[in-house]
């Protein structure tokens, strides 16, 4: 038997309703015939009836379908089981409310083997069926707290800093874990990420930025490469982008290793001025254009807070 040339991981928490979907849009893929790849479910310890489902969909579908159960709890721990698990040259991930597009898997083999490259990333559009509220202002960046990426119609090397491919959709050579190992599992989301203990992002950020610093730069945005996000309800209340927004401050802050001259109560001094700065300038919004143009600057405040707190947390020895 050849050895798999790709593999798709899907990571998974609670969510076996999402999985049939999800494996059905793989299962559509065009532009692969002769390829060798497979899809493997990660189910962090979810206690519905997910092997049940992933069993029945592996009989169903006429593509490879495997099974794994990965005991400890958060998605960068199932990541890394997903790594482990396969011998592929590449891998990617797909989240369990993701769409990919028919020709997803041609588009991410055409990135690699055209670029020889590190990294490939493509569109992450959201579920048309989706309404969003008029706070979700299309003249920011908040689309992309949803996991919305769009950089237009070209290719282009991205430089792992600025831009990188979002977890929604993102697909590596398996050189990378050679050159940099595997993600941090002290972050990114734990359980369904619906609490303030659960709800944390930036590990795919980590991750690029350490590929970075290590010479990883031929990563490839690749448009042809599209998923759409199926949103949760929960996903498009204020309370989320709060806390999603605080929590990034907060866990950036605590695993900050920077020394700092000048601190108050373990918090760098300078911190306290932009943050005086910062909610002036959401109170100036607030009162002149109304809360819902004001929220986006409600989450800067609330992640310097975060960030605050970090700060204070890590000068206690608290991580």
């Given at each position: 038997?050849?050895?798999?040339?790709?593999?798709?991981?899907?990571?998974?928490?609670?969510?076996?309703?999402?999985?049939?979907?999800?494996?059905?849009?793989?299962?559509?893929?065009?532009?692969?015939?002769?390829?060798?790849?497979?899809?493997?479910?990660?189910?962090?310890n979810s206690p519905d009836e997910t092997p049940e489902v992933v069993a029945a969909l592996a009989k169903e579908l006429p593509i490879a379908v495997r099974y794994v159960r990965e005991s400890e709890q958060g998605l960068n721990y199932a990541r890394n089981r997903g790594i482990r698990e396969s011998d592929s040259t590449y891998f990617s991930y797909v989240d369990d409310d993701i769409l990919v597009s028919q020709g997803w898997l041609r588009a991410l083999f055409h990135g690699f083997e055209r670029n020889d490259a590190d990294a490939?990333?493509?569109?992450?559009?959201?579920?048309?069926?989706?309404?969003?509220?008029?706070?979700?202002?299309?003249?920011?960046?908040?689309?992309?707290?949803?996991g919305y990426q769009d950089f237009g119609d070209e290719p282009f090397f991205m430089d792992g800093k600025s831009r990188y491919p979002f977890g929604g959709n993102m697909a590596f050579h398996r050189r990378v874990v050679e050159r940099i190992g595997y993600f941090d599992p002290r972050l990114g989301r734990k359980g369904e990420g619906r609490t303030r203990s659960e709800l944390f992002k930036g590990a795919e950020t980590d991750y690029f930025h350490r590929l970075a610093a290590a010479?990883?730069?031929?990563?490839?945005?690749?448009?042809?490469?599209?998923?759409?996000?199926?949103?949760?309800?929960?996903?498009?209340?204020?309370?989320?982008?709060?806390?999603?927004?605080?929590?990034?401050?907060?866990?950036?802050?605590?695993?900050?290793?920077?020394?700092?001259?000048?601190?108050?109560?373990?918090?760098?001094?300078?911190?306290?001025?932009?943050?005086?700065?910062?909610?002036?300038?959401?109170?100036?919004?607030?009162?002149?254009?109304?809360?819902?143009?004001?929220?986006?600057?409600?989450?800067?405040?609330?992640?310097?807070?975060?960030?605050?707190?970090?700060?204070?947390?890590?000068?206690?020895?608290?991580?």
């Amino acid at each position: 038997m050849a050895r798999m040339e790709f593999t798709v991981i899907i990571c998974t928490y609670k969510r076996a309703a999402n999985l049939p979907t999800c494996l059905r849009h793989l299962a559509a893929q065009k532009g692969v015939d002769g390829r060798q790849w497979e899809t493997l479910v990660v189910d962090n310890n979810s206690p519905d009836e997910t092997p049940e489902v992933v069993a029945a969909l592996a009989k169903e579908l006429p593509i490879a379908v495997r099974y794994v159960r990965e005991s400890e709890q958060g998605l960068n721990y199932a990541r890394n089981r997903g790594i482990r698990e396969s011998d592929s040259t590449y891998f990617s991930y797909v989240d369990d409310d993701i769409l990919v597009s028919q020709g997803w898997l041609r588009a991410l083999f055409h990135g690699f083997e055209r670029n020889d490259a590190d990294a490939v990333g493509g569109r992450i559009h959201l579920d048309p069926s989706i309404r969003l509220p008029a706070w979700i202002r299309p003249d920011t960046d908040m689309r992309g707290f949803l996991g919305y990426q769009d950089f237009g119609d070209e290719p282009f090397f991205m430089d792992g800093k600025s831009r990188y491919p979002f977890g929604g959709n993102m697909a590596f050579h398996r050189r990378v874990v050679e050159r940099i190992g595997y993600f941090d599992p002290r972050l990114g989301r734990k359980g369904e990420g619906r609490t303030r203990s659960e709800l944390f992002k930036g590990a795919e950020t980590d991750y690029f930025h350490r590929l970075a610093a290590a010479g990883g730069t031929r990563i490839v945005y690749e448009p042809n490469a599209i998923v759409y996000h199926r949103v949760m309800p929960f996903q498009i209340e204020k309370r989320y982008f709060r806390t999603i927004h605080f929590n990034a401050g907060y866990q950036r802050a605590l695993h900050d290793d920077t020394p700092f001259r000048g601190t108050l109560l373990g918090v760098p001094r300078f911190y306290y001025g932009q943050l005086a700065r910062a909610f002036r300038k959401y109170l100036g919004q607030a009162l002149t254009r109304g809360p819902d143009f004001a929220f986006r600057q409600q989450m800067n405040v609330g992640h310097m807070l975060g960030t605050m707190l970090g700060y204070r947390r890590r000068s206690r020895g608290t991580r």
